[in-house]
């Protein structure tokens, strides 16, 4: 499934928390620092598909909130973002072959900006790293079945789990020895699972190192120190997947079993409570 991005160049980067001067012969540009609490909103109704513009130019970055989760297929090269210029003429921006967006000149000086932004975003809040939780939980359901026919009595206790830095899958919480071995046992059983936490945690990890760049820091997931050594500290694949859930009609409707925009609360409430915000920018 192709995505597009509907993106004025110049709304968007205003609404990404840059710009643009009135002086053309210089194109000059500064940070608005009072964008980013909107950009952080928008990570928290973030959906799949970013409708095409439409002709006015007050539309930009308009979301389908009927839209879910998107495949994790490869987007480049024919991930395209569209961008409406001042002159009004809809340019299409691609990714060239060697992955780098062909953005017109005006806006060569912000390249690291605008890919960051874009390949962070598309990392992290809309392709890779949520494609990966819906199979999470989408393979957790069918062993947790299992599980509670071993042992019913596991619905009632307060257990999670996640994945440690030597690729096994753990079970966190409150539960006894035997009870953690029955579902540590039982959720490394499931291979589909077990890769596709791994897939999680190592697109969730790129994509904040992503959106921190060269500066180091960020103002929104970024900015939280997760790492291999701590990540089971910090996410809850359960706990994702509980507070995430689409109701049936949902599913039926969208075909996938996490709801995008609980998920992405899910995870910046889990990084709020667990992360240390050590990327404070």
Not at 3 to 31: H, P, V, Y
Request: aromatic share 6%.
């Amino acid at each position: 499934m192709e995505l597009s991005w509907a993106f004025k160049i110049d709304e968007g980067l205003r609404q990404l928390g840059i710009k643009r001067e009135t002086c053309d012969k210089d194109n000059d540009m500064k940070i608005d620092a009072s964008a980013g609490l909107l950009l952080h909103a928008k990570h928290n109704q973030v959906t799949d598909k970013i409708k095409n513009v439409g002709s006015s130019s007050k539309e930009a970055l308009t979301v389908d909130p009927a839209t879910q989760f998107i495949s994790s297929e490869p987007t480049l090269p024919t991930e395209q973002m569209r961008a409406k210029s001042d002159d009004g003429k809809l340019t299409v921006i691609n990714y060239k072959s060697n992955g780098k967006l062909d953005l017109p000149a005006r806006f060569e000086a912000h390249r690291e900006l605008i890919e960051r932004v874009a390949n962070s975003t598309s990392t992290l809040y809309l392709h890779d790293t949520p494609a990966a939780a819906n199979k999470v939980a989408e393979e957790y359901d069918k062993t947790s079945a299992d599980l509670n026919v071993q042992n019913p009595e596991l619905q009632n206790k307060n257990w999670g789990f996640s994945i440690d830095g030597s690729g096994k899958l753990i079970a966190t919480g409150h539960l006894n020895q035997a009870d953690k071995q029955l579902v540590e046992e039982a959720l490394n059983g499931n291979d589909k699972l077990v890769s596709a936490a791994k897939d999680f945690k190592n697109n969730f990890l790129e994509g904040l190192e992503i959106e921190r760049g060269s500066s180091g820091t960020s103002q929104y997931w970024g900015k939280y120190d997760v790492n291999e050594g701590n990540f089971a500290e910090i996410i809850d694949f359960k706990e994702m997947i509980t507070q995430s859930r689409n109701n049936d009609k949902q599913r039926e409707a969208t075909g996938y079993l996490l709801n995008k925009r609980e998920w992405t609360i899910n995870i910046a409430d889990q990084l709020k409570t667990s992360a240390e915000p050590s990327f404070t920018k």
